[in-house]
């Protein structure tokens, strides 16, 4: 698949949960992706990443490290 020049772009950064929020709101993000590490057993997601999921107007793509 090829997109036009200046459909694709990315951000890479380390934030806190709600400048994640506000940066993806602001650009108009389609998709978060974002790490998180092993959760509890008691947890599917751990708070950070289940923090974004839970608020986040787009999706979001939880990658295990």
Partial sequence: ?????GRVS????QAHLH????EAKA???DLIVM????PAM???LG???GHVVRYAKCS???VRA
């Fill in 19 to 22: 400048e994640i929020l506000e």
């Fill in 1 to 5: 698949m090829r997109f036009d020049d």
């Fill in 27 to 29: 650009i108009g993000a």
């Fill in 60 to 62: 979001v793509l939880v």
């Fill in 35 to 38: 790490s998180s590490h092993r």
């Fill in 10 to 13: 990315a951000v890479i950064r």
């Fill in 47 to 49: 708070s950070n990443a």
């Fill in 42 to 44: 008691k947890t599917i």
